[in-house]
């Protein structure tokens, strides 16, 4: 089983310009989150998806953020205009709604904005 | 809210030594889940160990168990016959068991193996 796509895996990007970020998750996996891991701190939601549809979105800074789930499979995670606070690793997860509660995690975007 | 705290940045310990790493937490509610997951420097985090709240048996994989104490709300985290491959940063998380499915993570505990 192919596990958890994200590209790209580094980014580094001039504040104010924008960067997107795509996240393929397993198959079958209806529930899609998308992570901020800021260093030397775990990760913190930004947005979940099941299908195609937002559950949570209440820490997603919604001047500068947006997300996507088109057709309930891939994600792009966009950021316009960066800001330096921004700097961070970007994780995907997905998870299969009634066969257990993990969620399993793709290697993540680190983006540094100069 | 649920919150969870790791109080200890940073472990080493001598290689097939046992290590054991803390994890509290806050909720008021019953039903959830507990997870250790290690994060090593290629950035992915991979699933370690599981533990329903509603089961008093404590979780077991190999050589990671954990010792889950519903009513101190701590769950501590430890590996036997540590190896060099276990270095990574270790992260405890929270999840419901109803409603929003969100990870709650910790701030994590860097774990170093000193051959």
């Known amino acids: 089983e192919a596990g958890v796509a994200q590209s790209p895996r580094y980014k580094i990007i001039e504040k104010r310009q924008s960067v997107a970020f795509w996240c393929n998750p397993i198959?079958?996996?209806?529930?899609l989150y998308w992570y901020q891991q800021i260093l030397g701190q775990g990760p913190k939601l930004l947005i979940q998806?099941?299908?195609?549809?937002?559950?949570?979105d209440s820490q997603l800074p919604k001047d500068r953020f947006s997300a996507e789930r088109l057709k309930g499979v891939d994600s792009t995670l966009k950021i316009q205009p960066a800001k330096l606070e921004d700097s961070a690793v970007y994780l995907c997860a997905s998870s299969f709604t009634g066969r257990g509660p993990e969620a399993f995690f793709g290697q993540g975007t680190r983006l540094t904005v100069v | 809210a649920q919150t969870v705290t790791q109080s200890q940045p940073e472990m080493s310990v001598q290689e097939a030594e046992t290590v054991t790493l803390s994890c509290t937490y806050d909720?008021?509610?019953?039903?959830?889940?507990l997870f250790w997951y290690k994060q090593p420097p290629s950035r992915q985090m991979i699933l370690v160990i599981r533990?329903?709240?509603?089961?008093?048996q404590n979780a077991t994989e190999n050589r990671f168990s954990v010792n889950f104490q519903k009513a101190a709300k701590s769950f501590s985290l430890k590996i036997s016959d540590s190896q060099l491959g276990d270095a990574a940063m270790y992260f405890c998380?929270?999840?419901?068991?109803?409603?929003?499915?969100?990870?709650?993570f910790g701030t994590g505990t860097r774990l170093t193996i000193i051959p």
């Open positions: 998806f099941q299908n195609n549809g937002v559950v949570d």
């Open positions: 998380a929270y999840r419901s068991e109803v409603g929003n499915e969100k990870l709650t």
């Open positions: 533990q329903e709240a509603y089961k008093q």
């Open positions: 909720t008021s509610e019953s039903d959830y889940y």
């Open positions: 198959s079958g996996h209806a529930t």
